[in-house]
T-cell receptor, first 115, second 117 residues
């Protein structure tokens, strides 16, 4: 079984400030981890994914995340927030599975960026 | 190149009506997934197809939910006798390969927002 917990359903930062969105996972086997972003009335867009290569993963739009096995975490960061980053962010986990690789999502974190 | 498309984008149904939601995956993608996203929550897995074979339907909430992908491309999610608790956004995703490919990226459509009155 696998699960994801995203701490903080809402995060508010000022434009130009550091963005930190937290994600902790639980998995009995080596996980693959993803961050997706969802803009209003749109589908989910992949930001980045961890696939057991480098533990520091760089994604689109200046985001990055670090896989820390000892902390079972995969937090998402961006050095400087832009107004366009305001959206809902979802962390997700999957594992290799004979029946498929369905994603298990966290509850999401809504990022608000203040001018 | 076209992404995943879904239709209709919005659907309003009266309680008890049947609805059909369509998903057109990216051409050539083997795997297709359906997820249900309730308001303010993360998506939850419903069912998975590898080509035309439905390999996992463990997430379907009741026998009123039925999904098919008869020719291994377009998929339809059908909900019979809709209930108010079925109101949600239904997301479809496709990925290039199937089986042991946990690293494979799933590409999502825009979703169908179903409202049951």
């Amino acid at each position: 079984a696998q699960s994801v917990t995203q701490l903080g359903s809402h995060v508010s930062v000022s434009e130009g400030a550091l963005v930190l969105l937290r994600c902790n996972y639980s998995s009995s086997v080596p996980p693959y981890l993803f961050w997706y972003v969802q803009y209003p009335n749109q589908g989910l867009q992949l930001l980045l994914k961890y696939t057991s290569a480098a533990t520091l993963v760089k994604g689109i739009n200046g985001f990055e995340a670090e896989f820390k096995k000892s902390e079972t975490s995969f937090h998402l960061t961006k050095p400087s927030a832009h107004m366009s980053d305001a959206a809902e962010y979802f962390c997700a986990v999957t594992t290799n599975n004979n029946a498929g690789n369905m994603l298990t999502f966290g509850g999401g974190t809504r990022l608000m960026v203040k001018p | 190149g076209a992404g995943v498309s879904q239709s209709p984008r919005y659907k309003v149904a009266k309680r008890g009506q049947d609805v059909a939601l369509r998903c057109d995956p990216i051409s050539g993608h083997v795997s297709l997934f359906w997820y249900q996203q309730a308001l303010g929550q993360g998506p939850e897995f419903l069912t998975y197809f590898q080509n035309e074979a439905q390999l996992d339907k463990s997430g379907l909430p009741s026998d009123r939910f039925f999904a098919e992908r008869p020719e291994g491309s377009v998929s339809t999610l059908k909900i019979q006798r809709t209930q108010q608790e079925d109101s949600a956004v239904y997301l479809c995703a496709s990925s290039l390969v199937g089986g042991l490919a946990g690293t494979d990226t799933q590409y999502f459509g825009p979703g169908t927002r179903l409202t049951v009155l």
